[in-house]
Structures are given as C-alpha cells and as structure tokens.
C-alpha cells in the first residue's frame, strides 16, 4: 500500500455543479508559477510555515476511508471527489492506489506536467479532467512557470485521443497570460479538441497574498490589479468560443 501527503480536504463551492464537491490536495508541484495561489502545496514534503507544519501522510486506505463518507452523499445528489494540489501526478502511485478504491465521479484537476506514461496511466480512473493551460509561448511560459510547456501540450492531445471530458482553465494574468496572442492561441486548441466541454479564464486572486507571508515566502507576482478580459472584448477581438466562461475566483 502506497501512502502520500495531503495538505488539505476540503469542500467546496467554487467548482460548477450540483451536490457536494470535495476536493484533495496533494502536496507537491512540478511548476512554480509566479502567481501561484497554493504556495503551501509546492514542495512535495512537509512545508513549515508561522501556523505550525503543513501536511498530513495519509496511506491510501485512510485517505479512502475519509473520503468514503462523502460518496452516499454525492451519490444521492450529485458532485464529485476533485484531486488537486500543488500536482497530484507528482505522487502518482498514492494517488492511483487511492483512485483504485473509490467508486465515485473523480475528476482531476492537474497543470499537465507530468511525464506521458505517468499521465496516460491516471486517464482511465478519472471522469472529467481540468487541464491549466497558462501560456503557449514556451520561452514565456518557462520564464513565469520554470518548465517548458511541451509536455503539457503533448499531454493534452492525448486527452483527445482518450475522449475524456476537460474543461481548460487559463489564470488571467494581467500582461502575462490575458494578452490576445496567447489567448487566440488557446482559443485555437479549445476549438480543435472536441472532448474539451469549457474553457475558463480565472480571474487571479491577490489575496492570497497572506499565504505567502506565512510561509517567509516572497510572491514573485506584486501586481494586485485584475485582468480587463471579458467575454465582450474576446469577441470584438476574433476570439470566438463558444466554450468559453470568465470566472471572478483566485487561479
Ligand atoms: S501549477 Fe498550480 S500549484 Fe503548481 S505552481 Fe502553478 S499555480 Fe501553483
């Protein structure tokens, strides 16, 4: 039995959808974004922050165990269990020895960096994936996230040839990821891949600032501003998805 660290659960009301959602995050994150709203959840192990240590080891068994009181719930009036972090596919095998035991809607909320056996492997355990794809110009995306963005790209082509559901979701990053090239470029991709069911542009949060302070940390990202894009101004500019939603939530 394979066991992991999680550095919270909890439900909630931000994902779309009836019933209950309840989300897991596993600790670790293969990217570090400069606008990252989860800094607690980037280093794989425990984290120290002002508030005392953050993580929980879980064995898979346990972390079923907690989850499994939710199911009759879910199963009554809908909603899903959401793996999340940080990147839950930096702790792969916890996180399929967990998948493996529930019988629930999972859905995977994942940056699609991971390596393609890693990636394929999780697919037919999941209903629905949210796949973040943040910037398309690669020298862009590994200056404000430290990877290259290939993998990510490569990953989700192979989600088409899965038919798995996915919603993509972009953080609108004022100058950085909300420009009109970069967001043509994804509308491009959502337009090409049939299985992608909505495209949402989350608007970033800055009160996550608190995290960070918490933690001795420095957000890398200063701006406190939000993004100007809307559904109006994509159109007036060519954008024209059909998919698409604008959500005023951290991302
Ligand atoms: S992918 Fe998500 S969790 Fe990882 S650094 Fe970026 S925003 Fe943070």
Same mark, same amino acid.
């Given at each position: ?6 550095? !919270?659960?909890?439900?909630? @009301? ?19 974004? &400069? &606008? ?5 959840? #980037? =280093? ?14 879980? $064995? ?7 989850? =499994? ?27 399929? !020895?967990?998948?493996?035991? #529930?019988?629930?809607?999972?859905? #995977? ?27 398309? !110009? ?6 404000? $996230? ?11 082509? &192979? ?10 979701? @972009?953080?609108?990053?004022?100058? /950085? @990821? !909300? @420009? ?5 470029? /994804? ?35 200063? =701006?406190?501003?939000?993004? =100007? ?10 954008? #024209? ?11």
């Amino acid at each position: 039995m394979h066991s992991g660290i999680v550095f !919270d659960i909890k439900e909630l @009301t931000v994902y779309d959808g009836p019933g209950l959602n309840v989300a897991v995050f596993f600790k670790g994150c293969p990217l570090r974004c &400069w &606008w990252c709203h989860n800094p607690e959840g #980037l =280093e794989l192990g425990y984290t120290k922050s002002q508030n005392g240590i953050i993580g929980t080891e879980y $064995t898979s068994k346990d972390l079923v165990h907690v989850l =499994e009181q939710y199911v009759p719930i879910q199963r009554r009036l809908g909603g899903s269990l959401i793996f999340s972090g940080g990147e839950p596919l930096m702790q792969h095998a916890f996180l399929v !020895d967990t998948l493996t035991r #529930l019988r629930s809607n999972i859905v #995977l909320d994942t940056c699609g960096y991971a390596d393609e056996e890693v990636f394929h492997s999780i697919l037919p355990l999941v209903n629905l994936v949210y796949f973040d794809l943040k910037l398309l !110009d690669d020298v862009a995306h590994i200056y404000y $996230t430290s990877k290259s963005n290939q993998p990510i790209l490569k990953n989700i082509m &192979w989600l088409e040839k899965c038919g798995v559901p996915v919603i993509i979701r @972009t953080p609108l990053i004022p100058k /950085i @990821t !909300d @420009t009109l090239p970069n967001l043509r470029e /994804i509308a491009r991709i959502v337009g090409s891949l049939p299985n992608v069911t909505r495209w949402e542009l989350m608007h970033y949060n800055p009160f996550t600032r608190s995290k960070y302070e918490a933690l001795n940390m420095i957000c890398p990202y200063q =701006e406190t501003t939000q993004s =100007e894009i809307d559904i109006p101004y994509l159109e007036m500019n060519g954008i #024209l998805c059909d998919k698409v939603e604008v959500l005023r939530i951290g991302g």
